[in-house]
């Protein structure tokens, strides 16, 4: 499957090459320079977003917020030269589904964005088991009382693994490894950040925490 990708990255030079090491895969990149070229396209979305927090106009942060109120479940990955800590965090609370401080090999890159497209293929069937909610994989989207629910891409990740691990005890590192895989380099607190918007966004649903362990969601 060719997968389109937005690459926003000032540095032309880094753009250049990024941009080549996504097309080896076979994917289709539009590349741009700047925020204000890029945030023309947020109505005609990809099926990913790379952006680089500092640009000389409108920042990445800015352009994130842009881009999940229109398509709140496009993956998004931020790379940034800038405060690794600050940025992962403020990242992370505004939806982006992983974060690359630079400098990095482009091979890392290529890697984390597989990572994430094959995590959005992997499953196109129907999940209905999460009552009171009703979730639709092909369409991604979850819905209460048919209205649906304004989710970032990682958020609905991790209620569809609950949904197909009902009763059970995920420990933080198995819901680590499955949201956002195996090669993720940062600290298990992310899960529970992710635990509390999803507990806020679906107040209905039963996620217990398992004390020392993880978190388990409860069948109605």
Known sequence: MSYKIYLVEDDE??????????KKEGWDVSSFLN????????NTPPDLWILDIMLPD????????????????????????RDQDIDRVVGLELGSDDYL?????????VIRVKNILDRLNTNNSSVSNLQPYNINESSRIVKYKEEAIDLTSKEYELVVYF????????????ILNTIWGDDYFGSDRVVDDLVRRVRKK????????VYGYGYRVNKR
């Open 101 to 109: 401080p630079k400098p990095f090999l482009p091979r890392e890159l």
């Open 35 to 42: 925020g204000e070229d890029a945030e023309k396209m947020i």
């Open 58 to 81: 409108i920042d990445g942060y800015q352009l994130i917020k842009e881009i999940k109120s229109i398509t709140p479940n496009i993956p998004v990955i931020f790379i940034s030269a």
């Open 13 to 22: 030079n880094l753009n250049l090459v990024l941009s080549s090491y996504l």
């Open 163 to 174: 949904a197909k691990n009902p009763g059970i005890a995920l420990s933080r590192e198995q």
């Open 202 to 209: 679906l107040p209905e649903l039963d996620i217990e925490t």
